[in-house]
């Protein structure tokens, strides 16, 4: 009689892309996410806490790739062959929220909202399908005051987590300049024109000629998006290369530039660099080179207002700065962008150095709840990562590598067990410090291993972190006294 199949053991292995977390770094994560949600109960704004799992007719358009929706993210098919997917954001399923329950809800409405996102996406080093993110927004006001409080909120928070002033600066940009940018260069936003009466073939004439233009406009917009947000990585010559004939990559692979003339990328460079020494100079330079647009002009004049109101809290640029170079997610918002940046300088795996950069972006996104409406809700936010501010912290020794662990009561004989329990519960109930309660109680826990060998019960309060391990026996308890290592 032929033996039964053994069935294979499963592998314990992790997930790729995917990791598990211990002890203090899921402890310091919390902590974080605490100090962080204080700052936004500060100012007013309420959780919201949403389910991890969305329809992906909810995530819509914003799915990576919606023809093929478990791309992209992790989806799958319900018992009605509907497609659900893990969220891969907080925003898309805010606007889900807001639509749904706007009728319930005070508006403006103020929200934060702290988890895991998942992303079915290639993972790399640092690179996780789960990661944390720790929102806020506004939605339901198109006022400039909004974007100016997401701004002084994120500057408030990083100072709240320990990255000191003069470390971080918040930079500020308006998607508005840079399309009176492109409007001013023949790219322009608002594409539809019918000046005259038409034939009704004359108007199919046109309708398809401007159907085409639309088109090539749209993908040369896109393009110059795209290019222009490589401007950190290769520079002025770089981008300006790329706007126009292309270049060769560090592989020596030549990229296809976008073909505008020279004279129209160096109006688009002219944006990029119109940084000045001040809130004030900058302003006039974007000014100059919007020209006549109305939209740019608009997007100036926001950008004035927000400087003006963060100045009237105490806001400066050395914290937050109009930074026309910030150009990550214009792709994506409807006016303000802004992105907190980090300034010092770590080492990377090799030893050289380099500034940490970006560790939060958000800005203003006026269309993502119309999907669900039919009617343009005006939106603010940001989105900080958790996990990049935790290595942040680490890098600048803000954070160890370890938290203490807990003091450790060894056994010494097993029919005392009830006295170790409450020598135990005793140290529970007594403050780190009497003096100040906020540092709370003590840690403390009884070895509930083999205690036959007290050498392996002094490797495991080692192995603990503990900060003393206490010892009592027979002679200790007879004394009334315990013995500390």
């Not at 993110?133 to 100016?148: K, P």
């Not at 330079?285 to 608009?298: E, I, K, P, W, Y």
């Amino acid at each position: 009689m032929a033996k039964p199949k053994k069935e294979p053991r499963p592998k314990a292995e992790t997930p790729k892309g995917f990791r598990d977390y211990f002890g203090a770094e899921v402890t310091t994560r919390a902590a974080m996410l605490n100090a962080i949600a204080g700052v936004y109960h500060r100012y007013g704004f309420d959780a919201l806490e949403s389910s991890a799992v969305e329809t992906v007719e909810a995530l819509g358009k914003f799915l990576p790739d919606v023809d093929r929706p478990n791309e992209g993210v992790f989806a799958w098919q319900d018992e009605d062959e509907k497609w659900l997917a893990l969220r891969y954001d907080l925003t898309a399923p805010l606007a889900r929220v807001y639509a749904q329950h706007r009728n319930d809800l005070p508006t403006p409405y103020r929200r934060y909202a702290m988890g895991p996102v998942w992303r079915n996406e290639k993972p790399g080093p640092g690179r996780f399908r789960q990661f944390y993110q720790c929102d806020a927004d506004t939605v339901g006001t198109a006022s400039m005051a909004a974007d100016a409080e997401i701004c002084a909120m994120l500057a408030d928070a990083l100072e709240e987590v320990g990255i000191e002033r003069g470390d971080y600066v918040v930079r500020v940009n308006n998607r508005k300049v840079l399309n009176g940018v492109l409007e001013a260069i023949g790219l322009s936003e608002d594409l539809l024109r019918n000046p005259r009466s038409m034939t009704i073939g004359e108007a199919a004439e046109a309708l398809y000629a401007e159907m085409v233009r639309r088109n090539i406009e749209q993908i040369l917009r896109a393009d110059v998006l795209r290019q222009i947000d490589k401007f950190d990585k290769v520079g002025r010559e770089g981008v300006k290369a790329l706007l126009t004939d292309g270049r060769k990559d560090s592989s020596g692979a030549f990229i296809e530039g976008v073909g505008l003339t020279e004279e129209a990328a160096e109006r688009v460079l002219l944006f990029l660099t119109s940084r000045g020494p001040s809130n004030a100079e900058t302003l006039a330079n974007l000014r100059a080179a919007v020209g006549g647009s109305d939209m740019g002009t608009q997007g100036v004049s926001e950008l004035e207002e927000i400087a003006t109101l963060l100045a009237a809290q105490g806001y400066g640029p050395d914290r937050i700065v109009i930074d026309p170079s910030v150009v990550r997610g214009l792709g994506y918002y409807t006016g303000p962008v802004f992105e907190a940046e980090l300034t010092f300088e770590i080492t990377d795996e090799k030893g050289r150095p380099r500034q940490f950069g970006s560790v939060a972006g958000g800005g203003r996104y006026d269309d993502l709840v119309a999907r669900f409406t039919g009617q343009q809700v005006p939106a603010v936010g940001v989105s900080i990562g958790v996990d990049r501010l935790l290595a942040a912290l680490h890098a600048k020794g803000k954070i160890g590598s370890a938290e203490r662990g807990p003091v450790v009561v060894t056994v010494m004989d097993r029919e005392r067990m009830a006295d170790y329990q409450a020598m135990v519960g005793e140290l529970r109930n007594a403050y780190i410090d009497p003096n100040d309660p906020s540092k709370g109680k003590i840690r403390a826990e009884v070895y509930l291993g083999n205690p036959k060998n007290f050498g392996n019960q002094m490797k495991y309060a080692d192995r603990r972190g503990s900060p003393v391990a206490i010892i009592a026996g027979g002679d200790e308890f007879a004394k009334g006294v315990v013995q500390i290592k």
